[in-house]
């Protein structure tokens, strides 16, 4: 079954720090991968979305993540996070790539407080 | 706002009461979804309809669980006989079913069972 883990349960930086949000999924076939955020007391948006192509994926507010097939890895970025980046982070997979299979999976989240 | 909608936002309930949820998805988009999500956790994954054929259920909908989408539209999620154990959010998404078929999420139902 696929899963997907992500390497810290509670992240805190100062502002201006540099961000990496880990994450590895498990399956061995095509995916589509995901970064969703959770701003406090908001509803899940998409950060940033992964499909086919350049690995590199540029998403909202200065995000970016990098797709590394051989690491099974999404791994989130930002060089310069600011204190309305405080929220909760998911990775995401979906296995496939016919949009007859929607199941999407995902990590159990990352959360990021920054302080200013 | 044409996001996806649910109602109600809060629900307080007694352990054994019945409970159901509505979700409205976008209005163009053909696919409904929802998930489940406790605290510390990601959303868990519960059931997806195309239009009103439910397509998929998880094995954690168990079967006091219900949903349906009579008209293709709105969805309902139903508890019957809730748990303790079933406390949580309740999330919905829908996606259009074309391109890149991102699903949005709305702001979900959060049960308490006492």
């Known amino acids: ?17 540099s961000l990496e949000l880990g994450c590895n999924y498990s399956y061995g076939g095509t995916v589509n991968l995901f970064w969703y955020v959770q701003y406090p007391g908001q509803h899940l948006q998409l950060l940033l979305k992964y499909f086919s192509g350049d690995p590199l994926v540029k998403g909202i507010k200065g995000f ?18 600011q204190w309305s980046d405080t929220a909760e982070y998911f990775c995401a997979v979906k296995a496939g790539t016919k949009t007859s299979y ?4 995902f990590g159990p989240g990352t959360s990021l407080s920054v302080i200013p | 706002d044409t996001g996806v909608s649910q109602d109600p936002r809060h629900k307080i309930t007694k352990r054994g009461q019945n409970v159901t949820f509505r979700c409205d998805p976008i ?15 990601g959303p868990e994954f519960l059931t997806y ?3 009103e054929a439910q397509l998929e259920k998880s094995r954690l909908l168990s079967d006091r669980f219900s949903a349906e989408r009579p008209k293709g539209s709105f969805s309902t ?3 019957q006989r809730t748990e303790q154990g079933d406390s949580a959010m309740y999330l919905c998404a829908s996606s259009s079913g074309t391109g890149l078929n991102e699903q949005f999420f709305g702001p979900g139902t959060r049960l308490t069972v006492l």
């Open chain 2, 27 to 41: 209005s163009e988009h053909n696919r409904l979804y929802w998930y489940r999500q406790t605290l510390g956790q």
């Open chain 2, 77 to 79: 999620l139903e508890i």
């Open chain 1, 1 to 17: 079954a696929q899963s997907v883990s992500q390497h810290n349960h509670h992240v805190i930086l100062s502002e201006a720090a």
């Open chain 2, 49 to 51: 309809f195309q239009n």
């Open chain 1, 102 to 105: 929607d199941k999407v999976i």
């Open chain 1, 64 to 81: 970016e993540a990098e797709f590394i097939k051989s690491k099974f890895s999404f791994n989130l970025r930002k060089p310069s996070v």
